[in-house]
T-cell receptor, first 114, second 112 residues
Framework: GAVVSQHPSWVICKSGTSVKIECRSL??????MFWYRQFPKQSLMLMAT?????????EQGVEKDKFLINHASLTLSTLTVTSAHPEDSSFYIC??????????FGQGTRLTVV | TQLLEQSPQFLSIQEGENLTVYCNSS?????LQWYRQEPGEGPVLLVT?????EVKKLKRLTFQFGDARKDSSLHITAAQPGDTGLYLC????????????FGSGTQLTVLP
């Protein structure tokens, strides 16, 4: 079964509104989780590393004030897309790893901003 | 600029054909991973290759890690429509954050 649960699976919002995406680690306490963005027919691009109890680390070019990440507990990280615009429409995926083995991904969230 | 370049970017073949996907870099990696992603889902790990020259088989899929640990390939024998998906190579950063960085991806479509 799934070890990382992401919610919602899809969301449609109006321009200017904010959207929150949740990522839960179901079987493992994750001090670190990762957020990716994926455009159609393209690869996954790392947006930020979510750190439990501290600030997220953002990749170059990712606006931290636009993509707010909160990792308040060992099992939950949230990504909030603030003041969303149509260009923010994308597939957002979270993940966590388990040491030196593999990464486990959520089901992804399809965000459409109209 | 992608550190891991995959080729081809798109591949459409008939059921039963063989194919090879390449993952190339100028950097040396301690290991590389291959994932497959289906539409609307997250990637799923297929294999991790660790040793230079290593060959791993997963049913009809054969993975190879280059001798110099700079590149890897995925060969699929007798492709089936169920093999359709986005194939991604990736490496894990050596830092404490252990970020996963993906290659540019290969979209495979196997037609019945």
């Amino acid at each position: 079964g799934a070890v990382v649960s992401q919610h919602p699976s899809w969301v449609i919002c109006k321009s200017g509104t904010s959207v929150k995406i949740e990522c839960r680690s179901l079987d493992f306490q994750a001090t670190t989780m990762f957020w990716y963005r994926q455009f159609p027919k393209q690869s996954l691009m790392l947006m930020a590393t979510s750190n439990e109890g501290s600030k997220a680390t953002y990749e170059q070019g990712v606006e931290k004030d636009k993509f707010l990440i909160n990792h308040a507990s060992l099992t939950l990280s949230t990504l909030t897309v603030t003041s969303a615009h149509p260009e923010d429409s994308s597939f957002y995926i979270c993940s966590r790893d388990r040491g030196n083995t593999e990464a486990f991904f959520g089901q992804g969230t399809r965000l459409t901003v109209v | 600029t992608q550190l891991l370049e995959q080729s081809p970017q798109f591949l459409s073949i008939q059921e039963g054909e063989n194919l090879t996907v390449y993952c190339n870099s100028s950097s040396v990696f301690s290991s590389l991973q291959w994932y497959r992603q289906e539409p609307g889902e997250g990637p799923v790990l297929l294999v991790t290759v660790v040793t230079g020259g290593e060959v791993k088989k997963l049913k009809r899929l054969t993975f190879q890690f280059g001798d110099a640990r700079k590149d890897s390939s995925l060969h699929i024998t007798a492709a089936q429509p169920g093999d359709t998906g986005l194939y991604l190579c990736a490496y894990i950063s050596s830092g404490s954050a252990r970020q996963l960085t993906f290659g540019s991806g290969t979209q495979l479509t196997v037609l019945p």
